[in-house]
Nanobody, 119 residues
Framework: QVQLVESGGGLVQAGGSLRLSCAAS????????MGWYRQAPGKQRELVAR???????DYGDSVKGRFTISRDNAKNTAYLQMNSLKPEDTAVYYC?????????????WGQGTQVTVSS
């Protein structure tokens, strides 16, 4: 069984910074991609950032230049450094990993962490 645990959300003023973490545990052979998504009230879940096993990255247009995704393979952990936060960044943030375990590749989600940016 695989579990993802997120941390680092909270309340911050506009222009501030937060760092999210997502750690995977359980039966893991390798982690292909790691990603962050977010969902604001009344809106669809959208891609924030993702990073491949080769460290190539992809960002949503609204966060380019402000957010940075990184990974620590030894810790099975992904990070999302969020700078210059805006009120429109307010959402629940979810991590999503593609994990290979015992010949099976599965998509796993974290429980979500609330990020609130005040104006």
């Amino acid at each position: 069984q695989v579990q993802l645990v997120e941390s680092g959300g909270g309340l911050v003023q506009a222009g501030g910074s937060l760092r999210l973490s997502c750690a995977a545990s359980g039966s893991i052979f390798s982690i292909n991609s790691m990603g962050w998504y977010r969902q604001a009230p009344g809106k669809q879940r959208e891609l924030v950032a993702r990073i491949s096993s080769a460290d190539s990255t992809d960002y949503g247009d609204s966060v380019k230049g402000r957010f940075t995704i990184s990974r620590d393979n030894a810790k099975n952990t992904a990070y999302l450094q969020m700078n210059s936060l805006k009120p429109e960044d307010t959402a629940v943030y979810y991590c999503n990993f593609l994990i290979r375990s015992a010949g099976y590749v599965g998509s796993y989600w974290g429980q979500g962490t609330q990020v609130t940016v005040s104006s």
